[in-house]
C-alpha cells in the first residue's frame, strides 16, 4: 500500500492531479490533431459547465449518478472487491425506481420514498449475487459482474415495452409524472429551470455515511480487514462470507440509488438498449478519488463538469463531445498506470533533497 | 423445424463467427497471463479502423479488395491499440482490469470523436459488405452442405482457418509451450530462460489484432456501419472464453452454443415457430450459463494460473 504521507502532501492527490492534467494534455492533443483550439476549446468547456446558477446546477446533477456509482465502486474497493457491475446495478436500480414510479399514485414524499427504497433493494439484489458466488465458490467478482451487467441490460430491454411502455416509443418508458420525479420545483426555481433535484442531497449524505461506515464503524472495519486479508480477518473471528456478501449488497445499492438519480431526477424515464456509461465512470471517479468517499465528491463533480460543459463547447466550435469521453478515459488510463507518475514524483522529490 | 434451422443457420454461423474470433484473441491474452476485458474496446477499434479505410478506398478501387484491406488495416489497428493494454500490463505492472475497462473506455469515446471529424454523425457507412456464397460442390451435399456450406461469408472460413492454425500454435510449437507456460507459472517460464515480457507483448498484441479483426467481420458482414460500439459482443466473448474454459475447440463450443441462442432471440420475432420461446430468455441464456459454469467450474477451473497477476522479474 503507497500510503503514505509524504512531506504533508498526500502522494495520492499528486497522483490525481497529474492523472488530469495528463487526461486533459491528451484532449488538448486530440484537438490540435483535429484543427481545434484547445485554449478555446477548454475555454469554452468549462464556461458551459459554470457559466451561469443554470448550468451549475446541471454539472451538479450530471454529477450525482457520478457521485453514487464512483462511491460504489470505492466501498467495494476498500473492502477489496471490484465491483465492475455498477452499471447493471444502477440499470436495474433505476428501473425498479421507475416501476414503482409509475405504478404507484401516492403522495409525493411517500412515493419518492418508496422509489428510492426500490432501487435501493434492487440495485443491492443484483450485486447479491455476485457476493454469494465470490463467498460461497470463490468466483471472480469481475467476471460475475460483467455478467451481471448483460442479464440486467437484457431484462430491462424487455421488461419495459413490455410493462411500463408508452403509446409510442416502444425504446422507453413512459415519461414519470411530476410526482414521482426527484425534482422539486423550489430547488429548479432555485438553479433557474436546471435539472437538478434531490438526488445531489442523497450523494452527498451517501458519501458522508459510507466515510462514516468505512472510518467510524466497527462494520466498516471488519468489511476492510476481509479486504486487506481475508485469511487473517477469518482467522480474527470475522465472519468472511457474510463480510463479502454485506460489501458488494451496499456497492449494489449505491449504484441501484445512482440509477434512481439518472433515470428518476435526471430524466423522466428509462430508455432500453443502452448500459449506462456512469458505471463505468464510477471507476474513474474512485480512482481519481483514490477510493475515498469525500474525494469522490470533488473527482465526480469534475467529471460532471466535463460532461455538462461540453454540449456549450460543442455549440460554439467544432470540436465533438465525444472529447468529454475521450479525457475521462485517459484520466482512468494514467490513473491505473499510477507507479509511472508515483515514480516520476519520487524522481523529483530525491533531485529536491539532492540525494 | 427444419426448414427453421435451415432457415436461420448461416445467420446463426454468421454471428457466431466474430465472437470465435474475439474470443481467440482473448485466449491468447489470458493464456500468456493478462487478463483483457478490453476486447469490447478493440472490437470497436477495429469495426472503427476497417469502416474508415473501407470508406475511403470504396471509391477508388474494386470493393471487395477495399474490403480485406479494411479487415488488414483492422487488425493493424487492433495491435497497436492494444500496446496501451500491453504497456500498462507488462512494464508498469497495472492493474489489468482497469487497464481493460479504460481501453474500452478510450476506445469507445476516441472512435466516435475521431469519426464525427470524418463524417459528422459520428457513423460510418460502407458502401457494399461482402457477398455471400455457396461453396461449389460441398453445398450439394445433403444436410450438411445446406448447413455449413451455403450462403457463407469467406470471413467465416478464413476465422476458422485462424482458429485452426491457432490450436496447431499453442499446443505444437515452442512459442506455444512458452505462452502457455508464462501464462500458468511465469517465473518457472522465466527460470528456464524464456522471456515472460517478449511472450505477453506478443500475446496481447495477437488478441488486439483478433478483436480488431472480430469487430471488422461483423462492419463486412451484417452490420455494414461503423456505430461506435459492437452491442457489447466483446463480452459474450469473454463469457464464451470462460464457458469454453479457455481452450480453442471449447470456445468454439461455446460460441456457437451463444450464438445459436442469441440468433434465435433475435429472429423469434418474424419465425413463428420461436415466437414462443420470450426473448428475453434466449438473451440472457449465454450469461446466465456462464455464471452456472463458473460455480461448476470453481474447484477445478481450467483458468491459467498466472492470469492477472503482474510479473515481476525481481521477485521470484
Not at chain 1, 440499470?91 to 425498479?96: A, D, E, P, S, Y
Not at chain 1, 409525493?108 to 426500490?118: E, G, T
Not at chain 1, 469481475?142 to 421488461?159: F, P
Not at chain 1, 449505491?254 to 432500453?272: E, H, P, S, V
Request: with cysteine.
Amino acid at each position: 500500500m503507497k500510503l503514505k504521507m509524504i512531506k504533508g502532501i498526500n502522494k495520492n492527490t499528486i497522483v490525481s492531479l497529474l492523472s488530469i492534467i495528463l487526461g486533459l494534455l491528451a484532449g488538448a492533443v486530440l484537438m490540435l490533431i483535429t484543427g481545434s483550439n484547445p485554449i478555446d476549446g477548454y475555454t469554452y468547456l468549462f464556461r458551459g459547465g459554470f457559466m451561469n446558477i443554470e448550468r451549475f446546477g446541471n454539472t451538479l446533477a450530471t454529477a450525482t449518478p457520478l457521485i453514487f456509482t464512483g462511491l460504489s465502486v470505492a466501498f467495494a474497493f476498500k473492502t477489496g472487491l471490484f465491483n465492475i457491475g455498477a452499471a447493471g446495478q444502477m440499470l436495474f436500480g433505476g428501473f425498479c425506481a421507475t416501476a414503482v414510479g409509475l405504478s404507484l399514485t401516492w403522495p409525493k414524499p411517500l412515493l419518492l420514498m418508496a422509489m428510492v427504497l426500490s432501487a435501493i433493494l434492487g440495485g443491492a439484489l443484483w450485486a447479491l449475487i455476485p457476493g454469494l458466488l465470490k463467498a460461497r465458490f470463490n468466483v471472480h467478482e469481475v467476471v460475475s459482474t460483467i455478467m451481471m451487467n448483460w442479464i440486467s441490460y437484457w431484462v430491462v430491454y424487455y421488461a419495459v415495452p413490455a410493462y411500463l411502455k408508452g403509446s409510442f416509443l416502444e425504446t422507453e418508458s413512459r415519461r414519470l409524472p411530476h410526482s414521482a420525479s426527484l425534482r422539486v420545483d423550489w430547488l429548479t426555481n432555485l438553479f433557474n429551470g436546471s435539472y437538478i433535484n434531490l438526488g445531489i442531497f442523497l450523494a452527498i449524505a451517501a458519501a458522508l455515511i459510507i466515510a462514516f461506515i468505512l472510518n467510524r464503524t466497527v462494520l466498516g472495519y471488519e468489511l476492510k480487514a476481509v479486504g486487506f486479508n481475508r485469511h487473517a480477518a477469518e482467522y480474527a473471528g470475522i465472519n468472511v462470507n457474510k463480510s463479502i456478501i454485506l460489501s458488494m449488497m451496499i456497492a449494489g445499492a449505491l449504484a441501484g440509488l445512482g440509477g434512481a438519480a439518472l433515470y428518476t431526477g435526471n430524466a423522466f424515464n428509462i430508455q432500453i438498449g443502452v448500459l449506462p456509461s456512469q458505471g463505468f465512470d464510477g471507476i474513474a471517479v474512485s480512482l481519481l478519488a483514490s477510493n475515498s468517499p469525500i474525494g469522490v465528491l470533488g473527482a465526480a463533480i469534475f467529471f460532471g463538469l466535463l460532461y455538462s460543459g461540453r454540449g456549450f463547447m460543442n455549440a460554439m466550435t467544432k470540436i465533438p463531445p465525444e472529447i468529454a469521453d475521450t479525457i475521462i478515459a485517459t484520466i482512468i488510463y494514467f490513473a491505473a498506470t499510477n507507479v509511472l507518475i508515483e515514480g516520476f514524483v519520487d524522481r523529483i522529490r530525491r533531485k529536491k533533497r539532492g540525494v | 423445424m427444419w426448414s427453421t434451422i435451415v432457415q436461420i443457420f448461416p445467420y446463426a454461423i454468421t454471428y457466431t463467427i466474430p465472437l470465435v474470433i474475439v474470443a481467440l484473441g482473448g485466449l491468447y491474452s489470458e493464456r500468456s497471463g493478462v487478463v483483457n476485458i478490453g476486447l469490447d474496446g478493440l472490437m470497436v477499434c477495429g469495426s472503427f479502423a476497417g469502416a474508415l479505410t473501407i470508406y475511403k478506398l470504396q471509391p477508388t478501387m474494386s470493393s471487395s479488395s477495399a474490403i480485406w484491406i479494411g479487415l488488414l488495416a483492422a487488425m493493424a489497428a487492433g495491435a497497436v491499440f492494444s500496446l496501451l493494454h500491453a504497456f500498462a500490463c507488462i512494464n508498469l505492472n497495472a492493474n489489468q482490469v482497469i487497464s481493460g475497462t479504460a481501453i474500452n473506455m478510450i476506445a469507445y469515446a476516441l472512435t466516435v470523436f475521431l469519426a464525427r471529424n470524418v463524417t459528422g454523425s459520428g457513423n460510418i457507412h460502407i458502401t457494399s459488405g461482402l457477398a455471400r456464397r455457396n461453396i461449389p460442390m460441398l453445398s450439394s451435399i445433403p444436410i450438411v452442405g445446406k448447413l455449413f456450406f451455403s450462403q457463407t461469408y469467406a470471413t467465416t472460413w478464413v476465422v476458422l482457418l485462424i482458429l485452426l492454425i491457432s490450436w496447431f500454435v499453442l499446443y505444437k510449437t515452442a512459442f506455444g509451450l512458452r505462452l502457455r507456460a508464462c501464462g500458468e507459472h511465469p517465473h518457472a517460464a522465466d527460470a528456464a530462460g524464456i522471456n515472460v515480457y517478449r511472450i505477453r507483448y506478443a500475446a496481447v498484441m495477437i488478441s488486439g489484432a483478433f478483436a480488431a479483426l472480430g469487430g471488422a467481420v461483423i462492419l463486412v458482414t451484417y452490420s455494414g456501419e461503423f456505430t461506435g460500439n459492437v452491442a457489447g459482443l466483446g463480452f459474450l466473448a469473454l463469457a464464451s472464453l470462460i464457458f469454453g474454459q479457455w481452450k480453442p475447440l471449447g470456445i468454439l463450443g461455446a460460441t456457437f452454443f451463444f450464438g445459436f441462442a442469441s440468433t434465435i432471440a433475435n429472429v423469434s420475432q418474424v419465425v413463428p415457430a420461436l415466437a414462443a420461446i420470450p426473448g428475453v430468455i434466449l438473451k440472457v441464456f449465454p450469461y446466465v450459463v456462464t455464471l452456472i459454469a463458473l460455480i461448476i467450474f470453481s474447484k477445478s477451473s481450467q483458468a491459467p494460473k498466472a492470469a492477472g497477476e503482474p510479473f515481476d522479474h525481481g521477485k521470484r
